[in-house]
């Protein structure tokens, strides 16, 4: 019997060291073998292609610090905390352990993280947490990574992303949401910025273009991504191919035959134009005296900008439900302003699911004029990316614009028109607007500058025009100076999506990677029906607590009624 039982006992420590070499095993083939499949519905845990190939292309080391750690942070951090992580594991796994991260908690051991956070100013989100017995508490919170190269000689560039995609102390289940969803293209974008060569974009000047601090945020904001210059258009023969994109920026003089010749020629080259202009004549300071008179404004473009596929109008888009808010002094003695509705500032949402505006909140626009397009080429692509509500109206210029008429509330029923069209963005291989008819004083310009004329694109091309140049503006004040794009001075605790949309806009016309399509993702938000939770309670109560139980008791008798009877006597 003594030999039986050492005979068991040898058996089972035999058994004990093959399943421990196994799992040791499986856990050392996992750490150089990972594979994982997606079976969510909404593929939430999948990259894009452009992501993908993008990290298994990376030609040096990526190291993420992330500062969204600590033991009491709130669940809706948390959460975001978590989905980081995973997100990130998904990247080292793919680019072939070349992007490695850690989290640190800033408020903890690390002394050194606080001194990164203010080298990079990332600043972080007062939030209150419960503190225990010492009740609630402010806490700093820091929704940020720092994306880092590190080259062979140990070289070190740095980049931060902003982890939570709303700017606030409330993360609520919407903004996490989106948050979660900008995950993998905030990360990767910050890893694109530190690998890709600098790309060459051209703000032109000329035309009395605005080039001053109303366009302060705009141009820094390019100078981060971009190498930036300025080129006046009068001065040069051409605009060269080397600038990836080039800006033309609320013109206030016409154009020339030779001015829109260097552009024509520039776009058939293959290059890409981003135009911001205004049609009309109006600012919010012409309202101090009560009102002015809305003039169109001549900048002998329309048959340029018809020839590719789009016609900015010479009107007013006015909104009765999406609009900003300025202050009237209440009628009476009561010497208090109140807040009304403005229907010459509409706030434009995204007219689609386009990768420029997916995910967008509203842009801020300032008498914007409405876009019409054409089928002159049906092989140009024409996609309207922001438009005013289901409620609004256009009205055609000279036009009166009265600051009474804030004070009446607009009536949605007066606004017949909907989703009228303020972006449009054009894509194709475009033709030549003088493929067909060259002025004499074109020909002259051709044969003074040896210009030859390219009558279609080289390559295919791609054109954003906005109604309303004032989406690119900030507002400047003597106290503080230059403010954010997409702030306005009467709602200072919110600021619209302006200069995202612009930063969008700039990076499709300029990448040819696309990785703007991971923001095209979607997920559920996979809420629980309230009075659904509250009817079956009780019963996922018992099968998430009771079950368990039960089936731990049950395999507990059967596997000692089944060693009771293989080792009886």
């Excluded at 080259?269 to 205004?278: A, L, P, V, Y």
């Amino acid at each position: 019997e003594a030999q039986k039982n050492a005979g068991v006992r040898h058996n089972l420590a035999y058994r004990l060291l093959w399943i421990i070499l196994l799992l040791v095993g499986v856990n050392i083939g996992a750490w150089f073998f990972h594979f994982q499949v997606d079976l969510t519905r909404d593929k939430r845990y999948s990259l894009t292609p452009a992501t993908r190939t993008m990290l298994k292309n990376l030609d040096s080391r990526m190291e993420v610090l992330v500062f969204l750690q600590g033991n009491d942070l709130p669940a809706a951090f948390q959460s975001l905390s978590n989905s980081t992580g995973t997100m990130l594991r998904h990247f080292r796994d793919i680019s072939g352990n070349k992007v490695s991260y850690r989290f640190v908690d800033p408020l903890g051991n690390d002394t050194g993280a606080i001194a990164i956070l203010k080298q990079y100013q990332m600043s972080g989100i007062p939030v209150t947490v419960n503190a225990g017995k010492k009740g609630m508490v402010q806490k700093m919170i820091f929704p940020w990574a720092l994306v880092s190269r590190v080259d062979g000689q140990g070289n070190r560039n740095s980049y931060p992303v902003f982890l939570q995609e709303v700017n606030s102390a409330n993360l609520n289940r919407e903004t996490l949401l989106k948050s979660e969803m900008l995950l993998e293209y905030n990360l990767a974008n910050g890893i694109h910025q530190l690998t890709r060569e600098p790309i060459a974009v051209a703000y032109l000047t000329g035309n009395r273009m605005v080039f001053d601090l109303s366009v302060f945020d705009a141009v820094a904001s390019l100078r981060q991504y971009y190498r930036l210059d300025t080129f006046n258009l009068q001065q040069h023969h051409l605009i060269p191919a080397q600038y990836k994109a080039i800006i033309i920026n609320r013109p206030l003089d016409a154009f020339s035959e030779i001015d829109k010749f260097k552009i024509d020629q520039y776009l058939m080259q293959g290059g890409n134009i981003f135009w911001s202009i205004n049609m009309t004549s109006g600012a919010l300071d012409s309202l101090r005296s009560g009102g002015f008179n809305c003039m169109p404004l001549n900048l002998n473009l329309n048959d340029l900008l018809y020839h590719y596929g789009v016609r900015v109008n010479t009107n007013l888009v006015e909104d009765a439900v999406n609009t900003a808010f300025i202050p009237l002094q209440a009628s009476g003695n009561n010497p208090q302003s109140e807040m009304r509705p403005w229907i010459y500032f509409p706030v434009l949402y995204p007219a689609g699911e386009h990768p420029i505006v997916k995910n967008l909140d509203g842009v801020l626009t300032r008498f914007v004029s409405s876009i019409d397009t054409n089928a002159n080429d049906p092989s140009i692509r024409k996609t309207v990316l922001l438009s005013s509500s289901k409620y609004s109206k256009t009205e055609s210029v000279p036009l009166p614009v009265l600051l009474e008429k804030a004070i009446d509330i607009p009536n949605p029923a007066a606004f017949p028109q909907k989703n009228i069209a303020g972006a449009v963005l054009l894509e194709g291989t475009f033709t030549s607007l003088y493929a067909n008819r060259q002025p004499q004083e074109l020909l002259s310009f051709m044969d003074s500058a040896k210009q030859p004329l390219l009558p279609a694109a080289k390559a295919p091309g791609k054109i954003v025009i906005l109604g309303d140049a004032d989406m690119l503006a900030n507002d400047v004040s003597e106290r503080n100076g230059p403010s954010q794009m997409g702030s306005f001075p009467f709602t200072p605790d919110y600021v619209y999506d302006n200069r995202s949309f612009f930063l969008n806009c700039m990076e499709y016309l300029t990448d040819s990677l696309n990785l703007l399509a991971a923001r095209n993702k979607s997920f559920d938000s996979r809420r629980l029906d309230p009075k659904l939770v509250e009817q079956e309670r009780s019963k996922w109560q018992i099968i998430n607590i009771a079950v368990p139980v039960a089936a731990i008791l049950l395999l507990g008798f059967v596997f000692n009624t089944l060693r009771r009877k293989r080792y009886a006597l």
